[in-house]
């Protein structure tokens, strides 16, 4: 039976300013200036992560740290940033010095379950999750992280579960109707998927992750010009992505444009000399 309890103050890790600020224990040297220089790399550090700035969201986070190592969100969003940039065993360290300050840190547990779920200890991943549900329920995070460890383990309905109970608490969670989407589409359930998502993207039109998603529905559909219209827009925005280039391949194809498609379908296998998808279809554009 889980536990429930409430967390002492404290906001969620990735909220700018005073959130990296967030110590156990009595600094005796907390001068009022000391304080004023770690709100600014807190800060700093926030408007990078938020611009995906790695390099300098580490930067400052590890400024921070040497004046406070007793930071606990700023243990745990060095984790996230490290993670960003593929660096799963420090970014583990990393969440784990900040439950060792303060075991109850939700967003630390998650923080480490994501970890766990990259190298594969998906059962691991799940207990951190379970205990961070324990301490506070009504977040809906942890119910987010559940369900994409769910779907990694393939248990579809139990993901769909986890997502709902996010919707229920939050009806306006992108997030969460992106992942039902998703699993929607891979269910052959193309028209579910496209209402689901032209109700996200009323609430956030710019947001490419999204616009692929329906993307790829308008398509399962045979809908290319509303396909292609999501898929450049989204392209514009990430046009680093392979998986996105393949499916924009598609759309211009069946827009009657091959010789764009090839364009796509070729930037795609550059990008993914090893994708089966971008090969077979720079192949196909190319005859």
Same mark, same amino acid.
């Given at each position: 039976m889980r536990r429930l309890a409430v967390i002492a103050g404290g906001l969620a890790a990735? *909220?700018? %300013?005073?959130? %990296?600020?967030? /110590?156990r224990g009595d600094d005796p040297a907390?001068? =009022?200036?000391?304080?004023?220089?770690?709100?600014?790399?807190?800060? /700093?550090?926030q408007e990078a992560m938020d611009c995906k700035d790695w390099p300098l969201a580490e930067a400052e986070l590890r400024r921070l740290l040497a004046d406070d190592?007793?930071?606990?969100?700023?243990?745990?969003?060095?984790?996230?940033?490290?993670?960003?940039?593929?660096?799963?065993?420090? +970014?583990?360290? +990393?969440? &784990?010095?900040?439950?060792?300050?303060?075991?109850?840190?939700?967003d630390a547990l998650i923080g480490l379950a994501d970890v766990e779920a990259c190298l594969g200890r998906l059962d691991q991943a799940l207990s951190n999750i379970d205990q961070a549900i324990d301490i506070d329920p009504k977040r809906t995070e942890p119910y987010l992280a559940e369900g994409r460890v769910l779907e990694a383990?393939?248990? &579809?309905?139990?993901?769909?579960?986890?997502?709902?109970?996010?919707?229920?608490?939050? =009806?306006?969670?992108?997030?969460?109707?992106?992942?039902?989407?998703n699993l929607q589409?891979?269910?052959?359930?193309?028209?579910?998927?496209?209402? &689901?998502?032209? %109700?996200? *993207?009323?609430?956030?039109?710019?947001?490419? +992750?999204? &616009?692929?998603?329906? %993307?790829?529905?308008?398509?399962?559909?045979h809908h290319p010009a509303e396909a292609l219209n999501d898929l450049q827009l989204a392209a514009e925005r990430l046009p680093d992505q392979p998986d996105l280039l393949c499916d924009l391949a598609l759309a211009l194809d069946a827009s009657k444009r091959p010789a764009d498609a090839l364009k796509a379908a070729e930037r795609a296998l550059k990008l993914a000399p090893d994708s089966a998808v971008a090969r077979s279809l720079s192949h196909q554009f190319r005859r």
């Open positions: 990735l *909220i700018a %300013g005073c959130a %990296g600020l967030r /110590s907390n001068t =009022p200036a000391r304080a004023a220089q770690r709100r600014q790399w807190s800060q /700093s550090a190592p007793r930071s606990v969100d700023a243990h745990h969003r060095l984790g996230l940033v490290v993670q960003a940039q593929g660096r799963l065993a420090e +970014a583990e360290t +990393a969440q &784990r010095k900040a439950l060792a300050l303060d075991p109850d840190y939700v383990q393939g248990r &579809r309905d139990e993901a769909l579960a986890a997502y709902f109970r996010v919707i229920e608490h939050d =009806p306006a969670s992108t997030p969460a109707m992106a992942r039902v989407a589409l891979a269910a052959g359930q193309a028209d579910q998927a496209l209402a &689901r998502l032209d %109700g996200a *993207i009323e609430l956030e039109p710019d947001e490419p +992750a999204l &616009r692929h998603l329906r %993307g790829r529905a308008h398509l399962a559909l």
